[in-house]
């Protein structure tokens, strides 16, 4: 009996994790693919954007795939906590979903970062279980979620 739970779970993990890939693939569109460019685009313009100034504003705003993981918070500061790729530690994150539905607006602290594993390819940030549940308690069920993160305040 043990063994058929142990191949029953493995085939559910199997099924999420397959289910969020042909999420991802569905909206690639949000992970950086661009458009091709008109003859107008190609243009030099005269006046150029301030590199550094643009890095502050992608940096700033970020539009994704969110996940939740089912573990302990590992920061006792604030209860809704995630994981990031590239936001330091203590940074506060204002989460938003972009999907219809009852789902609320939330600020984590970023206290993980978030592996580059082929699971976490395309996710732009993993919720912990309780900031999933504080966003909508559907969230659990669906698994993944098509989020705009903001920076509030970076340590």
Known sequence: MLIVKKKIRAIVCATVILLGFLFIASSSDAFGKTKPKSSAQTQPSVQKA??????????????GVAKYYDGA?????RELTAA??????????????????????????????L?????????VIDLAKQSAIAMNPA????????????VIEQP
């Open 139 to 150: 969230f659990i069920r669906k698994g993944v979620l098509k989020v705009k993160l903001t």
């Open 84 to 113: 990031h790729k590239s936001l330091p530690k203590g940074t506060i994150v204002r989460v938003e979903s972009l999907e219809s539905g009852d789902f609320k607006t939330i600020e984590v602290e970023i206290n993980d970062c």
């Open 115 to 123: 592996p580059d594993t082929p699971a976490s390819r395309g996710t």
């Open 73 to 77: 918070p590992k920061g006792k500061k």
């Open 50 to 63: 301030n590199p550094a100034a643009k890095k502050k504003e992608e940096a700033k705003t970020e539009v």
